[in-house]
């Protein structure tokens, strides 16, 4: 049976918005943590948008190279998109699309 996220995801997407990242990344762990240890793609894939928001937040405190490292791990994780489906696969779409757009935004100058 597959997991309907979308109250954790809904909240990671506003406090995104809100720049609110940490309060992000939280959201998103209350879903990750008690499963952490699963060999599950969506699983793994909900832990590279935890490191997307980490990464946000380290380059909001002006911590630039752990904050590459956070992002390296969400792009680690980011092919898994295409590697499996479940009722959360449009919103992990939408999500993608946001936090590499974000990405963007704050990496030119």
């Not at 109250?7 to 995104?16: K, Y």
Request: aromatic fraction near 16%.
């Amino acid at each position: 049976m597959q997991s309907d996220y979308t109250v954790f995801l809904d909240r990671f997407a506003l406090c995104l918005q809100e720049e609110r990242f940490y309060d992000a990344h939280e959201a998103l762990e209350a879903v990750w943590f008690p499963r952490r240890f699963e060999d599950d793609k969506e699983i793994k894939l909900i832990k590279g948008f935890i490191n997307a928001a980490v990464s946000f937040e380290l380059t909001k405190r002006g911590r630039q190279k752990p904050a590459a490292k956070a992002w390296a791990n969400y792009e680690k994780y980011r092919p898994l998109l295409e590697m499996f489906t479940s009722i959360n696969t449009p919103y992990y779409e939408s999500l993608a699309l946001c936090v590499e757009k974000m990405r963007k935004e704050r990496t030119s100058f």
